[in-house]
């Protein structure tokens, strides 16, 4: 089913299209890998030129944005053209948990929150360098079965940490990633060859530009290059991480004009209301004055800017798959980590809510054996990556993981490397038809990435106002400022033949047991699709311990259909 939010902007954006602008400059850049000797002949690798080069197993490129939103599709027009009506729209993938270091860490180790460490992990409350670096990740699953892996971009939050400080990059055969993703003119990467070199590479401005979005794009394009034209016959996996349009979200030096200047935040029904019902740190929120209003707009207008220059890096690596002749021969995956919201429910900016905005994200596949155009609205999600990967590559998905493989449901033509119609699953309605949503507040995070309360980083409480530069917080912020104690949290998102539900239980201790949560909030989509209305105390008991029951033992579960409990 059409998403509401989806059908919300494909409205608005038949009256504020933007034109397509080229955004994405390939300069030159220092080589990051050891210089292979190119060849124009053929080997077991397959043909150049005219024909198409074929590898004993189908190459990889996962594209992981940071903070999109659905709605900020509207500024990448290639992208759309390239991939969603060249491939398969998952219509309800989902994440489960909408901040940046747990969901990441979900992707890469198929597991579910309450599996990589969750709640006392060290980022964002999940054990992340562990789980990206377990034998059983993706990256080292996929290398220790014959992949070679590059990695560009932003992986986790802490990489900075592992990447540049400890120069680890376990189960990865080469990586080039900037040490502070935040810093979109970075200068300082990690880089780490396919012979095991590992170094720091500090870029010289006056030479290249050190534009974080261009930058990991070159990168990503040269490896593919290097590693085909290298004529051994190895598949790859290469793994694409921009930044954008994460705040800063700065767009492209050269990206001078704001095309998007006509073009306001979101003002979708739900936007800069009121909702009491909702949560503490929700339901006493004041409304959105004209000032914060106009940050949010600007806001939007650069989120979407920044998206240009990703929409030309995907386009890029389209086209160098494409003169390769490995295009056919290569799935290609676009998600983000989550979503976002710009003043829905009188939350300025941010992630972390279990409501659609933030748990829904803009997901396409392209490759061998999917449909051009189709739609699959299955409820999947980031923990079932890794095992889609590995099963599509024809590797046995380790036992640990409990997402599951969505190959049976994408892949409906027979290809040279997977046939949908062996024993994995029978039909769509095997599937599950609720996805598990965990979060625990992290507590010093913002619910504003715009600064709009910002007037000075030497203010008191780091800079943070409450509506005016004149009244800065005393000793405690208000609850709706901060990612407070009472949006701790865990939820199923239901959508069957007769429901199509939010739940979610609320404890600020991570306690839920006996529904002994302090809050609950349940949304009957069909009837609230922007969810305004909870409905949990005029549901009936019995309906109320049977969704506590399903949540309970959903959140409990490990292993996927590989041996595990895990829907």
Same mark, same amino acid.
């Given at each position: ?31 990051? &890998? ?8 053929? #080997?077991? @690798?397959?043909?150049? %030129?005219?024909?198409?080069? /074929?590898? +004993? ?47 990441? &860490? ?8 309450? #599996?990589? @460490?969750?709640?006392? %992990?060290?980022?964002?409350? /999940?054990? +992340? ?439």
């Amino acid at each position: 089913l059409p998403h509401p939010i989806e059908e919300f902007w494909r409205r608005f954006f038949t009256m504020h299209a933007p034109p397509i602008l080229l955004s994405f400059v390939v300069l030159a850049i220092a080589t990051c &890998t050891a210089t292979a000797h190119l060849s124009a002949q053929p #080997n077991n @690798g397959g043909e150049v %030129g005219g024909g198409k080069r /074929v590898t +004993s197993k189908p190459n990889f490129v996962l594209i992981q944005t940071d903070d999109q939103a659905r709605w900020d599709m509207m500024s990448m027009n290639k992208t759309a053209k390239l991939l969603e009506a060249q491939g398969v729209s998952l219509t309800n993938y989902m994440v489960n948990t909408p901040i940046c270091c747990p969901s990441r &860490t979900e992707v890469f180790s198929g597991r579910y929150y309450h #599996n990589i @460490g969750a709640p006392t %992990g060290k980022c964002m409350h /999940v054990n +992340s360098e562990q789980w990206v670096f377990d034998k059983d990740s993706l990256f080292s699953t996929l290398t220790s079965n014959g992949y070679l892996t590059g990695v560009f971009g932003k992986v986790t939050n802490d990489q900075g940490t592992y990447f540049c400080g400890q120069q680890r990059a376990d189960g990865m055969t080469t990586v080039s990633s900037p040490c502070d993703y935040n810093d979109f003119y970075g200068s300082r990467y990690f880089v780490k060859l396919a012979n095991g070199t590992k170094y720091v590479e500090k870029l010289n401005p006056k030479l290249e530009t050190t534009y974080q979005t261009s930058q990991i794009g070159n990168r990503t394009v040269e490896w593919i290059n290097e590693v085909v034209k290298a004529e051994k016959g190895e598949p790859f996996f290469a793994y694409l991480g921009p930044h954008a349009p994460h705040y800063p979200a700065d767009p492209a030096p050269w990206q001078t004009e704001n095309i998007f200047s006509h073009v306001p935040a979101p003002r979708t029904p739900n936007w800069n209301q009121s909702c009491p019902d909702k949560h503490a740190s929700i339901a006493g929120n004041p409304p959105l004055d004209a000032n914060a209003t106009l940050f949010l707009d600007h806001q939007h207008q650069i989120r979407l800017l920044s998206l240009l220059s990703v929409d030309d890096v995907i386009e890029a690596v389209y086209n160098a798959l494409q003169e390769l002749n490995i295009l056919d021969n290569t799935y290609i995956i676009f998600t983000s980590d989550h979503g976002y919201h710009l003043g829905q429910w009188r939350v300025p900016s941010s992630k972390m809510l279990p409501y659609d905005t933030d748990i829904f994200v803009t997901t396409f596949m392209r490759g061998p054996g999917i449909s051009a155009g189709s739609t699959m609205d299955s409820m999947v999600g980031n923990v079932d990556v890794a095992p889609t990967v590995l099963d599509l590559a024809g590797i046995d998905i380790p036992k640990g993981m409990d997402g599951r493989s969505m190959a049976k449901l994408v892949v409906t033509e027979s290809n040279m490397f997977y046939d949908p119609q062996r024993d994995r699953l029978e039909t769509a309605s095997d599937w599950r038809d609720a996805f598990l949503i965990e979060y625990n507040s992290v507590g010093h995070f913002d619910n504003s990435h715009t600064f709009m309360w910002w007037p000075s980083h030497d203010a008191d409480f780091h800079g943070h106002q409450i509506r005016s530069p004149g009244a800065p917080c005393a000793k405690k912020c208000p609850h709706w400022w901060l990612d407070g104690p009472s949006n701790t949290y865990r939820g199923l998102r239901l959508h069957n033949a007769t429901h199509n539900l939010l739940y979610a239980e609320f404890n600020p201790d991570w306690k839920f047991v006996n529904q002994s949560a302090n809050f609950h909030e349940l949304y009957d989509i069909s009837k609230d699709p922007y969810q305004m209305t909870n409905i949990y105390s005029s549901t009936s008991s019995t309906v109320q311990v049977e969704l506590h029951q399903q949540l309970q033992s959903y959140a409990a579960c490990s292993g996927g259909d590989q041996s595990g409990n895990c829907p």
